[in-house]
């Protein structure tokens, strides 16, 4: 018979493996972040991204039938993952092209920016009822991007806009799930998404590809390998803990992209920059929490 002191500790250790799931997920899509930055130089971001998902593709495969069985394969609306698919493919070619020109903690930090974009969408585009504090928070975000961009500025760079991209396409394909069948799985979701980034950048492979070298061999499956395993593990510490728990950790990543930039390319952001990502994090934490107490009705 299951005590409340067992379901209590029960419930502690799935908290404590989904953060370290969390935690885990978010430092992989760093370090494939730094390899896609890496590859940039000599490839398009087109090319970057269908060779991650060619290689990715068979092991997303095996992973949806092991998990989900034969039923995985199946999609009730293929057309919605379609349309998701070209958003996840806008989404990652805007992202890589940023990291062409950015520091990768300046890329990341304008990216951070999309939970705010996803609110203001909802609630402009799909009638959801948001108050006047997240509005505010909306408003507060808006105000840190531009401390991060400082447009008209001599320190503007018009690359940033690629990571605004990057945010808002993100935003509206995380929108986009509500499109997908109910009955369709979180694997089925991550194959279809890898599929259809395969079908889509093959059309336009003849026009852009290049050779790919034999020593760059090891940065695309690094890419495919991280990027499967970081999206894998946040995926699963969303299961076993609560989003309002996790959701914060994903910040956790402006970390590592500091670390990674700074050892790698010797990038070191200004403080503005810093200044800018904390105002978007806290806005954004705020609408997280404020949007759970909205969920219980308090």
Same mark, same amino acid.
């Given at each position: 018979m299951q005590t409340p002191a067992m379901d209590t500790d029960f419930s502690r250790r799935q908290?404590?493996?989904?953060?370290?799931?969390m935690c885990a997920g978010v430092a992989c899509l760093c370090v494939n972040d730094a390899f896609a930055k890496t590859l940039t130089v000599s490839y398009s971001p087109v090319q970057i991204f269908?060779?991650?998902?060619? @290689?990715? #593709?068979?092991?997303?495969?095996?992973?949806?039938?092991? =998990?989900? !069985?034969?039923?995985? +394969?199946?999609?009730? $609306?293929?057309?919605?993952? #379609?349309?998701?698919?070209? #958003?996840?493919?806008?989404?990652?070619?805007?992202?890589? &092209?940023?990291l062409k020109y950015l520091r990768l903690a300046e890329a990341t930090a304008l990216?951070?920016?999309?939970?705010?974009? @996803? &609110?203001? #969408?909802?609630?402009?585009f799909l009638g959801e009822k948001v108050g006047w504090r997240r509005w505010?928070?909306?408003? &507060? !975000?808006?105000?840190?991007?531009? /401390?991060v961009v400082r447009p008209g500025g001599a320190a503007f760079q018009p690359a940033s806009l690629f990571? +605004?991209?990057?945010?808002?396409?993100?935003?509206?394909? =995380?929108?986009?799930? $509500?499109?997908?069948?109910? $009955?369709?799985? /979180?694997?089925?979701?991550?194959?279809?998404?890898?599929?259809?980034?395969?079908? +889509?950048?093959?059309? /336009?492979?003849?026009?852009?590809?290049v050779p790919v070298r034999l020593e760059d061999l090891w940065l695309f499956?690094? @890419?495919?390998?991280?990027?499967?395993?970081?999206? &894998?593990?946040?995926?699963?510490a969303f299961r076993r803990a609560p989003a309002v728990v996790?959701?914060?950790?994903?910040?956790?990543?402006?970390?590592?992209?500091t670390l990674l930039g700074w050892y790698f390319w010797g990038e070191i952001p200004d403080a503005l920059t810093y200044v800018g990502a904390a105002i978007i994090i806290v806005s954004s934490i705020y609408i997280v929490l404020r949007e759970r107490r909205v969920e219980r009705g308090e």
């Open positions: 908290n404590l493996t989904g953060i370290a799931m269908f060779v991650r998902n060619v @290689i990715a #593709l068979p092991f997303a495969l095996m992973l949806a039938l092991r =998990m989900g !069985g034969p039923g995985a +394969l199946r999609s009730y $609306r293929p057309l919605a993952h #379609l349309v998701r698919g070209v #958003l996840w493919i806008s989404a990652a070619v805007l992202f890589f &092209t940023s990216v951070f920016i999309a939970p705010i974009f @996803i &609110t203001a #969408l909802s609630a402009l505010l928070a909306v408003v &507060t !975000g808006f105000v840190g991007m531009l /401390v990571s +605004l991209g990057t945010a808002l396409a993100y935003a509206v394909l =995380m929108i986009s799930a $509500r499109w997908v069948d109910q $009955r369709e799985s /979180v694997w089925t979701l991550l194959l279809w998404l890898t599929g259809a980034g395969v079908a +889509l950048g093959a059309l /336009v492979m003849p026009f852009v590809w499956f690094g @890419i495919a390998l991280f990027g499967t395993a970081g999206m &894998t593990m946040m995926t699963q996790l959701a914060p950790l994903d910040y956790s990543s402006l970390l590592w992209a």
